[in-house]
């Protein structure tokens, strides 16, 4: 039994402008200790899939138009509000972007963790206070006792984000959920803040969900992948695969617009061109489409599903060494991966059906 | 901390000093003079001079008002021109039905305003957010006399439930010891071993603080709305949620503390605009407050009363003003320490 098997999650928001179709039939699954990394753009549905699956969408616009999310073999969208709100902190927690402001700017330290674990834990404050000094040892703050009575604004962005990571691992939670936890950051802090997030979680064995847009964050911190766009997972793979063969166009365009140390000097970086999709449109046909060097007529039409390449038969969700997956009627060569651009004699991108075509 | 009042206080000085001046001058400005007040309209030109000369008022101003601030720094506020009563003993009679009448006010407002906030907020635009900003909207727009004489009118006069004259009954003969109504009224049922007193000291305060309170209520609803809503969106209610902490304390602990920031600026503001603004209600009420005591001495041109009394009601604004800050250093680390 998977820890936690996520699928065909669809997520909407109800705005002023219309329906966002923010996550469009997403599945995965996540074993124990497992660390799966969530990859793509801005506004990609990456930190939506995971607010859903917490239950803690922004409301009244944000709620989940169906899916299931079952965790550790209870759907966490069919129990009760006081039953998520155990699993909350408890089995699975969460560490946000902004260690700015995701700590309580008017509550000390101290009230803030003792909370968390007297919220889930039947102890006394005192005894509380004491796991929280040892937690803030745990995440190497100097002097815990001292500065477990300071207020959020005393600590410097670093130092903010391993109080937030010593809150998320109170509990020893089963699941952590890290949403950008570094990218808020300093380049020398975000590689501190990710080496101990990654040692702690090993040395208890937690299943780790990082959400990310950085591919180097992924690359030294997961063992497997999700590449999102527009609300869909359109290529998953073991870390390693996926940069060793990138099968979707989407993900070959962001390795190439990754800056590398060891590109050749004045060798540009490739931009992936256009724009992601406006949302408030309903799903037709495969979202990159627009943006596509290889895309062929069918790909304006419909979505392709996440199938298995390599010819493997049994398809593994998870592990470490789970089947590559890509959702794409067209698959670019390993070689036009290399290149980042289709090399077939003749070939041109699909261009978008006339209104004509499609009234037909 | 107690540097920062040091500060607070000696920053103070100079602005008291230049309103004194600003009185001093404009309370002179009006057409008129105390003697006239004092004689009536049918006094002749030499007694007006007359007086004018025994009240000292024909020596240059400067002269004046350096003995006036000399007087002052010895803790003297000077005495009326009209009836000659000195102004500390009537302030002292009358300042505590002010303060009564406000606390009232603020008691009302804060404690219907804050929780009406709220409720607004969790349903923010829908109907029970409709209701409250109707009430809110009327509270603002009527103005405190036709609101006053409505109340009086309805709880006093048709149904007789509450009082609507003064701020306690004198046929009940309760001896005057601290000025405030409420006060005198718990110590004399104490005394008397009955309840009447205080009850009865009670049921007067309640119309006219409805009416004076209208306003801030109106104020502190619409600001405590719109914080629970700007805090509720805040990253750290999410945190706090992620936590699995109850409904309960995440509203508690993490909206309402910060939601407090904006609400604590605001009844500041208010408290010090409710104490210059009880005069209204006062004469609706009939209440022998301080409010009505500066609307007679300006008609009179009371030069002396009318100085020391918005001398002390600056001091008294600028006191809760410190105070509001000090709470609002309590309730924010931010400030606290920088």
Redesign the interface.
């Known amino acids: 039994m998977h820890l936690l098997s996520v699928s065909d999650l669809v997520v909407r928001f109800r705005t002023h402008d219309g329906t966002v179709h923010a996550v469009n039939g997403v599945s995965f699954d996540l074993d124990e200790g497992e660390t799966l990394g969530l990859v793509g753009e801005s506004g990609c549905g990456k930190s939506v899939t995971n607010l859903a699956v917490m239950r803690l969408l922004p409301r009244p616009a944000g709620h989940i138009e169906r899916g299931s999310a079952v965790f550790e073999g209870q759907d966490l969208f069919e129990i009760d509000e006081s039953a998520m709100r155990d699993i909350r902190g408890k089995d699975i927690a969460m560490i946000f972007q902004d260690p700015m402001t995701s700590l309580n700017p008017v509550l000390r330290i101290e009230e803030q963790m003792v909370e968390t674990i007297r919220a889930h834990r039947k102890v006394s404050t005192k005894d509380a206070r004491e796991r929280a000094i040892e937690l803030l040892g745990m995440v190497g703050i100097p002097q815990p006792e001292k500065r477990l009575r300071d207020y959020p604004h005393q600590f410097s962005g670093g130092m903010r984000q391993r109080v937030m990571i010593a809150m998320a691992l109170a509990l020893e939670p089963k699941l952590l959920i890290a949403d950008e936890p570094t990218t808020a950051l300093d380049v020398t802090i975000q590689a501190q803040v990710l080496e101990l997030l990654s040692r702690l979680a090993a040395e208890r064995n937690t299943a780790v969900i990082l959400i990310t847009h950085d591919l180097g964050v992924v690359a030294g911190m997961t063992r497997r992948v999700n590449v999102m766009y527009a609300g869909f997972v359109v290529e998953t793979a073991a870390t390693s695969d996926l940069f060793a063969r990138p099968l979707h166009p989407y993900t070959i365009g962001l390795l190439h617009s990754m800056p590398r140390l060891d590109a050749e000097e004045g060798e540009p970086l490739v931009p992936i061109e256009g724009v992601p999709p406006d949302l408030r449109q309903a799903p037709v046909g495969c979202p990159f489409a627009p943006r596509c060097a290889w895309a062929i007529d069918r790909c304006w039409a419909d979505m392709p599903a996440l199938g298995a390449m390599d010819g493997v038969v049994a398809i593994e969700t998870t592990g470490a060494n789970p089947t590559h997956r890509v959702a794409c009627w067209n698959v670019p060569t390993p070689d036009e991966a290399r290149l980042a651009h289709p090399d077939r004699p003749g070939f041109h991108a699909a261009p978008a059906p006339t209104v004509a075509e499609i009234a037909r | 901390m107690a540097r920062f009042i040091v500060r607070r206080v000696i920053a103070a000085v100079p602005v008291l000093l230049g309103l004194s001046v600003l009185l001093f001058i404009f309370v002179r400005l009006l057409p008129g003079g105390p003697a006239s007040a004092i004689l009536g309209q049918h006094a002749t030109p030499q007694r007006i001079a007359d007086v004018n000369e025994a009240l000292g008022l024909t020596r240059p101003l400067y002269v004046q008002y350096f003995e006036y601030i000399g007087r002052l720094l010895h803790g003297d506020f000077g005495s009326s021109y009209v009836d000659g009563t000195k102004v500390v003993d009537v302030f002292l009679l009358r300042f505590p039905s002010t303060i009564e009448l406000t606390m009232g006010a603020l008691f009302f407002a804060i404690g219907l305003g804050i929780p009406l906030g709220r409720i607004a907020a969790r349903h923010s635009n829908g109907l029970i957010d409709g209701i409250v900003t109707v009430i809110s909207l009327f509270g603002i727009s009527i103005p405190v006399f036709v609101l006053g004489y409505t109340l009086a009118f309805f709880f006093g006069v048709q149904l007789h439930w509450l009082p609507t004259f003064g701020l306690a009954d004198p046929t009940l003969g309760v001896p005057a010891v601290t000025n405030f109504p409420i006060i005198d009224g718990a110590l004399a049922s104490l005394q008397g071993g009955t309840t009447a007193p205080f009850v009865d000291a009670i049921a007067h305060v309640i119309l006219p603080s409805i009416a004076l309170g209208s306003i801030p209520l109106a104020v502190v609803t619409r600001i405590t709305r719109a914080a629970v809503i700007e805090v509720s969106?805040?990253?750290?209610v999410?945190?706090?949620?992620?936590?699995?902490?109850?409904e309960k304390?995440v509203d508690n602990?993490?909206i309402m503390?910060?939601a407090w920031?904006p609400v604590t600026t605001v009844i500041g503001l208010e408290a010090g605009a409710l104490l210059a603004g009880a005069v209204l209600t006062e004469t609706v009420f009939n209440i022998n407050g301080v409010g009505s005591w500066v609307v007679d001495s300006i008609r009179n041109h009371d030069y002396v009363v009318v100085q020391s009394l918005v001398l002390i009601f600056a001091v008294i604004f600028m006191v809760v003003n410190l105070i509001v800050d000090i709470g609002y250093a309590f309730?924010?680390?931010?400030i606290r320490?920088s």
């Open positions: 969106n805040e990253d750290y999410r945190t706090a949620r992620a936590k699995g902490l109850t304390r602990r993490h503390r910060n920031l309730l924010n680390p931010r320490y």
